[in-house]
Protein backbone atom coordinates (compact mmCIF):
# COMPACT_ATOMS: atom_id res chain seq x y z
CA UNK A 1 0.00 0.00 0.00
CA UNK A 2 1.30 3.19 -0.76
CA UNK A 3 2.17 5.37 1.93
CA UNK A 4 1.35 9.40 2.52
CA UNK A 5 5.18 10.12 2.49
CA UNK A 6 5.56 8.14 -0.74
CA UNK A 7 2.16 9.49 -2.61
CA UNK A 8 3.94 13.15 -1.77
CA UNK A 9 7.30 12.40 -2.92
CA UNK A 10 6.18 11.19 -6.23
CA UNK A 11 4.02 14.55 -6.41
CA UNK A 12 6.68 16.55 -5.59
CA UNK A 13 9.05 15.18 -8.09
CA UNK A 14 6.42 15.80 -10.76
CA UNK A 15 6.00 19.49 -9.81
CA UNK A 16 9.81 19.78 -9.98
CA UNK A 17 9.76 18.16 -13.05
CA UNK A 18 7.09 19.93 -14.69
CA UNK A 19 8.00 23.35 -13.60
CA UNK A 20 11.65 22.96 -14.48
CA UNK A 21 14.61 24.08 -12.43
CA UNK A 22 14.26 27.97 -12.87
CA UNK A 23 11.02 28.08 -11.24
CA UNK A 24 9.75 30.43 -8.45
CA UNK A 25 9.00 28.89 -5.53
CA UNK A 26 7.73 30.24 -1.91
CA UNK A 27 10.76 28.96 -0.05
CA UNK A 28 12.33 32.98 -0.54
CA UNK A 29 15.78 33.10 -2.51
CA UNK A 30 14.51 29.24 -3.67
CA UNK A 31 14.13 28.12 -7.32
CA UNK A 32 12.65 24.80 -8.42
CA UNK A 33 16.67 23.70 -8.58
CA UNK A 34 17.54 24.84 -5.12
CA UNK A 35 14.44 23.41 -3.58
CA UNK A 36 15.53 19.73 -5.31
CA UNK A 37 18.74 20.15 -3.65
CA UNK A 38 17.52 20.64 -0.54
CA UNK A 39 14.98 17.75 -0.71
CA UNK A 40 18.41 15.62 -1.70
CA UNK A 41 20.77 16.74 0.49
CA UNK A 42 17.99 16.10 3.30
CA UNK A 43 17.97 12.59 2.31
CA UNK A 44 21.94 11.87 1.37
CA UNK A 45 23.65 14.01 3.78
CA UNK A 46 22.39 13.90 7.13
CA UNK A 47 25.60 14.99 8.36
CA UNK A 48 25.09 18.54 6.82
CA UNK A 49 20.76 18.88 6.66
CA UNK A 50 21.39 19.80 10.91
CA UNK A 51 21.75 23.23 9.36
CA UNK A 52 18.27 23.81 9.58
CA UNK A 53 18.16 24.14 13.23
CA UNK A 54 21.28 24.16 13.98
CA UNK A 55 23.07 27.64 13.60
CA UNK A 56 26.95 26.22 13.79
CA UNK A 57 25.89 23.62 11.05
CA UNK A 58 24.34 26.55 8.56
CA UNK A 59 27.58 27.16 6.80
CA UNK A 60 28.33 23.99 6.33
CA UNK A 61 24.62 22.93 4.98
CA UNK A 62 24.33 25.77 2.16
CA UNK A 63 27.78 24.47 0.85
CA UNK A 64 26.48 20.81 0.19
CA UNK A 65 23.26 22.26 -0.86
CA UNK A 66 25.25 24.25 -3.58
CA UNK A 67 27.38 20.95 -4.40
CA UNK A 68 23.61 18.98 -4.74
CA UNK A 69 22.06 22.21 -6.86
CA UNK A 70 25.15 21.72 -9.15
CA UNK A 71 24.00 18.51 -10.67
CA UNK A 72 21.73 18.09 -13.07
CA UNK A 73 18.44 18.82 -12.46
CA UNK A 74 17.14 15.53 -14.21
CA UNK A 75 19.71 13.74 -11.84
CA UNK A 76 18.21 15.67 -8.63
CA UNK A 77 14.22 14.80 -9.43
CA UNK A 78 15.22 10.89 -10.43
CA UNK A 79 17.24 10.89 -6.59
CA UNK A 80 13.97 12.41 -5.37
CA UNK A 81 11.81 9.54 -6.97
CA UNK A 82 13.76 6.75 -5.96
CA UNK A 83 14.13 7.97 -2.29
CA UNK A 84 16.70 7.77 0.54
CA UNK A 85 19.96 5.37 -0.38
CA UNK A 86 20.20 2.07 1.49
CA UNK A 87 20.46 1.64 4.93
CA UNK A 88 19.26 5.11 5.57
CA UNK A 89 17.05 5.34 8.25
CA UNK A 90 14.26 7.36 6.31
CA UNK A 91 13.87 3.76 3.91
CA UNK A 92 11.77 2.42 7.30
CA UNK A 93 8.33 3.09 6.95
CA UNK A 94 7.70 4.50 9.71
CA UNK A 95 10.13 6.60 9.86
CA UNK A 96 9.84 7.98 6.40
CA UNK A 97 6.00 8.66 7.05
CA UNK A 98 6.92 10.35 10.39
CA UNK A 99 9.60 12.55 8.90
CA UNK A 100 8.88 13.03 5.18
CA UNK A 101 5.07 13.24 4.61
CA UNK A 102 4.78 17.11 6.35
CA UNK A 103 7.87 17.55 4.65
CA UNK A 104 6.89 16.61 0.89
CA UNK A 105 3.44 18.16 1.15
CA UNK A 106 5.44 21.58 2.28
CA UNK A 107 7.37 21.67 -0.27
CA UNK A 108 4.89 20.53 -3.06
CA UNK A 109 2.40 22.93 -1.92
CA UNK A 110 5.89 25.39 -2.26
CA UNK A 111 5.90 24.86 -6.08
CA UNK A 112 2.19 24.76 -6.35
CA UNK A 113 1.51 28.15 -4.96
CA UNK A 114 4.41 29.92 -6.51
CA UNK A 115 2.52 29.70 -9.83
CA UNK A 116 -0.50 32.35 -10.89
CA UNK A 117 -3.87 30.88 -10.09
CA UNK A 118 -2.94 28.03 -7.94
CA UNK A 119 -5.92 26.39 -6.65
CA UNK A 120 -5.96 24.35 -2.98
CA UNK A 121 -5.64 20.61 -3.39
CA UNK A 122 -8.90 19.11 -2.64
CA UNK A 123 -7.12 15.91 0.42
CA UNK A 124 -8.93 13.15 1.69
CA UNK A 125 -10.14 12.82 5.43
CA UNK A 126 -7.67 10.14 6.03
CA UNK A 127 -4.85 12.71 4.94
CA UNK A 128 -6.33 15.52 6.47
CA UNK A 129 -6.05 13.25 10.02
CA UNK A 130 -2.30 12.40 9.14
CA UNK A 131 -1.77 16.22 8.93
CA UNK A 132 -3.10 17.24 12.23
CA UNK A 133 -2.31 14.42 13.99
CA UNK A 134 1.37 15.86 13.02
CA UNK A 135 0.24 19.46 13.43
CA UNK A 136 -0.86 18.47 17.43
CA UNK A 137 2.68 17.14 17.76
CA UNK A 138 4.90 19.87 16.39
CA UNK A 139 2.76 22.97 17.19
CA UNK A 140 4.45 24.38 20.15
CA UNK A 141 7.93 23.71 18.20
CA UNK A 142 6.36 25.09 15.11
CA UNK A 143 4.97 28.36 16.78
CA UNK A 144 7.46 28.99 19.39
CA UNK A 145 8.54 32.29 17.55
CA UNK A 146 5.21 34.01 17.51
CA UNK A 147 5.01 37.42 19.46
CA UNK A 148 1.45 36.40 20.31
CA UNK A 149 -0.38 33.55 21.69
CA UNK A 150 -1.71 31.02 19.18
CA UNK A 151 -4.15 28.62 18.74
CA UNK A 152 -4.65 26.37 15.57
CA UNK A 153 -8.46 25.52 14.91
CA UNK A 154 -9.57 22.38 12.75
CA UNK A 155 -12.99 23.51 10.76
CA UNK A 156 -14.64 20.65 12.79
CA UNK A 157 -13.46 22.38 16.32
CA UNK A 158 -10.22 20.66 17.23
CA UNK A 159 -7.73 22.72 18.42
CA UNK A 160 -3.68 22.55 19.10
CA UNK A 161 -2.38 25.72 21.08
CA UNK A 162 1.47 26.27 19.44
CA UNK A 163 2.15 29.48 21.56
CA UNK A 164 0.98 30.47 24.95
CA UNK A 165 0.14 33.84 25.64
CA UNK A 166 -1.72 37.08 25.26
CA UNK A 167 -3.52 38.19 23.44
CA UNK A 168 -4.78 35.47 21.44
CA UNK A 169 -5.03 34.72 17.54
CA UNK A 170 -7.01 31.95 16.27
CA UNK A 171 -6.28 30.70 12.77
CA UNK A 172 -9.21 28.58 11.68
CA UNK A 173 -8.78 26.05 8.52
CA UNK A 174 -8.52 22.71 7.22
CA UNK A 175 -4.92 20.54 8.30
CA UNK A 176 -3.62 21.15 4.96
CA UNK A 177 -4.19 24.93 4.96
CA UNK A 178 -2.70 24.88 8.90
CA UNK A 179 -0.06 23.19 8.40
CA UNK A 180 1.26 25.46 5.47
CA UNK A 181 0.70 28.29 7.86
CA UNK A 182 2.61 26.75 10.90
CA UNK A 183 5.07 26.24 8.54
CA UNK A 184 5.74 29.60 7.73
CA UNK A 185 3.89 30.29 4.48
CA UNK A 186 1.33 32.31 6.40
CA UNK A 187 0.72 34.79 3.02
CA UNK A 188 -0.22 31.39 1.06
CA UNK A 189 -2.12 29.95 3.10
CA UNK A 190 -6.07 30.00 2.92
CA UNK A 191 -7.47 30.20 6.70
CA UNK A 192 -9.44 32.25 9.11
CA UNK A 193 -7.72 34.40 11.73
CA UNK A 194 -9.57 35.87 14.53
CA UNK A 195 -7.99 38.45 16.99
CA UNK A 196 -6.81 41.52 18.23
CA UNK A 197 -5.45 43.42 14.71
CA UNK A 198 -2.53 44.66 16.29
CA UNK A 199 -2.17 40.81 17.28
CA UNK A 200 -2.95 39.52 14.05
CA UNK A 201 -0.45 42.00 12.58
CA UNK A 202 2.58 41.47 14.75
CA UNK A 203 2.11 37.48 14.01
CA UNK A 204 2.76 38.69 10.44
CA UNK A 205 5.90 40.22 11.59
CA UNK A 206 7.35 36.61 12.08
CA UNK A 207 7.81 33.49 9.85
CA UNK A 208 6.81 30.40 11.94
CA UNK A 209 8.01 26.83 10.88
CA UNK A 210 11.26 24.75 12.30
CA UNK A 211 13.93 26.53 10.85
CA UNK A 212 16.40 29.64 12.72
Given at each position: MSTHAKRERLLLAE???????????????????????????????????????????????????????AKPYEELI??????????????????????????????????????????????????????????????RLLGRKSPVGLVLRRSNGQTAVAHRGVPVVTVTAEPGELTMFAFGRQDAARVDLEGDKDAIDRLHTVRLGVGM
Open positions: LLETAGPEAPTLCEGWLTRDLAAHVVMRERRPDAAGGVLISLLRERMERVRAEFAQLIRTGPPRMSPYGIKPLDEAANTVEFFVHAEDVRRAQPEWTPRELDQVFENALWSRLEKGA
